[in-house]
Structures are given as C-alpha cells and as structure tokens.
C-alpha cells in the first residue's frame, strides 16, 4: 500500500513439502530467481533430517541445473557444526539458505543460539537475504511451531504440542503438506489457545513468497490457505485436554496461484500482473 514503511528484513520462500525438483519446477526455479538467479549462491542445509545423505546431493543438482553460481550443502547433524567456522565463512557468502524437511524440532534444537543461528538472523534482517523451508524447514520459520498433531479429528488441547520457532515470520505459525494431510484441526486448536497467531497452510508442491513488511505471493500448483486466528470465543482455558474446544470466529482465506495476501489489511489480493 502506498506510504507503507518497508521492513528491512529478508524474504522468505515457505514450501508445502514434495516440490518437484526437476529444471522445469516452478518453486526451486522461483527461489533460484530470488537468491541471485545467475549469481545466486545458496546453502542447503539439513538440520531437520537423520539422511542428509538422501536429500543432500539431489537439492545440490537441481539448484545448479536451475542456474545458481553455487551451491553448498551442511548434513548440520548436531549444534557443533553451527560453530563450524568453514560453514559459517559460506554462509557470510551465500545469498540465501534452503532449510529440507524432516524434523522441525530437530532443526530448532540444532540451530537456534548457535553462532550460525545468530548469523542467519543478522544476514536475515540486514534486508536482502533469502531463506527458505520445505516441509519442516518451513515449518521452522514461524513464531509459533506445531510439533505434532493428528490430521482430521477434533479440536482437543490434547491432540496438538506446540513449541517455539525461529521466529523469522513473527507472530505466525506454518503448517506444510496441509489439504493432503487434512491439518485444518490443528491450527483451530492452536487458535482456540493462542487467538493472536497468523496460520499460514501450504499444499504440497506449493509455496508462498513472504516478503516482509509487504505482500504475499502464491506459486506452484496447490493452494495456500491463511487463517486470521483471532478468535471471537474460546472455552480452551476451562475444558480439559481430552474436552473438545469451543471456538468462533476464525477468518479462512484460499489462495491458489499468483494470488496474494496483504497481512497488514489481512486481505486477499488479486493475481499480479
């Protein structure tokens, strides 16, 4: 909007999980395009998984056949390495970070208050930095992180644990992997109990181009759907764990491709041109 004051921070590329990797693919293609296209060098990091050897090499072929410069790859398999000083010599070069999926509490317990971690905020809030997440390594990004949680069931305090994140994207939790695997309960039970919370949920092969202080894009070929968490009503204080909640007034917003959402009038906005 006119005469809003554009945050320095970053950017942030949330991906929904299962994105394709192939040249051809949309979101990789998008983030390579966000870090630097031609002179993008980018850190993939695998903190959240126990088989970095399984993911690491094939991120490092598709980024480089999308045209990235160059492309680095951390297993991160403990907090030692981020006082590793090689890694975090690459990641004062890098352009921007890829965070795979995995484990998001395994990814917060490697990383946050580590000396990478600490970097990865300075590089993130000097204005021009890119990090992205897939699956859990989106997960990871919001304020608010759900553990674990069944798909589908009821809204119950006892289905869904919550911890903290890393905080890049504040006051906001992210759910990945979200129509497919029927998540809508767990950010409703999250709501019912913490009703300041933006939720933002992402289709497989899906992402949602953050850009702080501005607007939000949609690419690749599933929807991302952005909940206005404040409530109107909630008994979560008085019910039991296994009780289920009474909630009203959760704001539910689609968006498929190229749509986006303004967070500061929490409005939906028409595709770009």
């Given at each position: ?156 305090r006892a289905d869904v644990r919550m911890g903290p994140g890393l905080g890049f994207l504040r006051d ?102």
């Amino acid at each position: 909007m006119a005469g809003r004051k554009r945050s320095r921070r970053g950017r942030l590329l949330l991906v929904g999980g299962a994105e394709r990797r192939d040249p051809t693919h949309e979101v990789l293609s998008h983030f390579v395009a966000a870090a630097g296209g031609d002179e993008a060098k980018v850190l993939v990091v695998a903190a959240a998984t126990r088989e970095p050897q399984d993911v690491l090499p094939d991120y490092r072929r598709a980024l480089l056949s999308l045209g990235a410069k160059e492309v680095w790859t951390s297993p991160f398999r403990d907090r030692h390495e981020g006082e590793d000083p090689e890694l975090l010599d690459r990641l004062e070069q890098a352009t921007a970070v890829y965070f795979t999926g995995g484990d998001q509490l395994r990814l917060t317990m490697h990383v946050a208050g580590t000396s990478f971690g600490e970097l990865l905020k300075e590089r993130h809030n000097g204005g021009s930095f890119l990090i992205g997440g897939t699956s859990a390594g989106a997960v990871a990004m919001g304020s608010v992180m759900i553990l674990s949680g069944p798909g589908g069931g009821s809204v119950r305090r006892a289905d869904v644990r919550m911890g903290p994140g890393l905080g890049f994207l504040r006051d906001a939790t992210i759910d990945t992997h979200f129509n497919e695997r029927g998540r809508v309960p767990r950010f409703l039970t999250l709501f019912a109990q913490n009703s300041q919370v933006l939720g933002i949920g992402l289709d497989e092969n899906t992402a949602l181009d953050v850009r702080l202080g501005d607007e939000f894009r949609v690419l690749g070929s599933g929807a991302v759907t952005i909940f206005d968490g404040r409530v109107s009503y909630s008994n979560a204080a008085d019910a039991g764990d296994r009780d289920i909640i009474a909630l009203s007034g959760v704001t539910v917003h689609v968006l498929p491709r190229s749509f986006g959402f303004d967070p500061a009038e929490m409005r939906i906005l028409p595709p770009a041109d």
